[in-house]
């Protein structure tokens, strides 16, 4: 149980292009869903958290109006780099908790390479 | 959330248990110990959590000092694909607090 899927897994895309990742809990409703982000060799940074139909909460130094994040129901969030450019590039990985609080299960992660 | 400190890397042998430690001298009551892995290019895995008692499941133990000061992964037949980045991290479960705050963890490689 638990799974949490993303896709694409990878893409790549042209400098001041819009980009979006989508994240599925497949198999539990997502009160809470989480995008972090991670640079090579680096550990993963929270980037935000989103509950259903609220607005998401951004962690500092994040661009709330770059990275667009929705999450309109209860098994999708999805994570939009808007004009993105090549210090972009990164692995996106989402992450999903059944209740408010609990365990955060993770995606696969999206390699994102802006050319 | 209580800080943690883990060894950057560790060595183990095909077959045989591995042992990660993590301190967090500076836990909470309220907070619960929680593992994940990474395995390169993958996202986390969820591992095991526990709070005070030791825990045990399908893929490791979890063995938590009297004190909660520090605590020990336990995979008990390591095998290849164990190989990967071990991350201890301290949280309340629940509230309004839902973070997890990922730190360097400790790089497992098991060897044949």
């Known amino acids: 149980g638990a799974v949490v899927s993303q896709h694409p897994s990878w893409v790549i895309c042209k400098s001041g292009t819009s980009v979006k990742i989508e994240c599925r809990s497949l198999d539990f409703q997502a009160t809470t869903m989480f995008w972090y982000r991670q640079f090579p060799k680096q550990s993963l940074m929270l980037m935000a958290t989103?509950?259903?139909?609220?607005?998401?909460?951004?962690e500092q130094g994040v661009e709330k109006d770059k990275f667009l994040i929705n999450h309109a129901s209860l098994t999708l969030s999805t994570l939009t780099v808007t004009s993105a450019h090549p210090e972009d590039s990164s692995f996106y990985i989402c992450?999903?908790?059944?209740?408010?609080?609990?365990?955060?299960?993770f995606g696969p992660g999206t390699r994102l390479l802006v050319l | 959330d209580a800080k943690t400190t883990q060894p950057p890397s560790m060595d183990c042998a095909e077959g045989r248990a591995a042992n990660l430690p993590c301190n967090h001298s500076t836990i909470s009551g309220n907070e619960y110990v929680y593992w994940y892995r990474q395995i390169h290019s993958q996202g986390p895995q969820y591992i095991i959590h526990?709070?005070?008692n030791n825990e045990t499941n399908e893929m490791a133990s979890l063995i938590i000092t009297e004190d909660r000061k520090s605590s020990t992964l336990i995979l008990p037949h390591a095998t290849l694909r164990d190989t990967a980045v071990y991350y201890c991290i301290v949280r309340v479960l629940g509230g309004s607090n839902y973070k997890l705050t990922f730190g360097k963890g400790t790089l497992l490689t098991v060897n044949p």
């Open positions: 989103s509950n259903e139909g609220s607005k998401a909460t951004y």
């Open positions: 526990g709070l005070k």
């Open positions: 992450s999903a908790s059944g209740l408010a609080g609990r365990t955060q299960y």
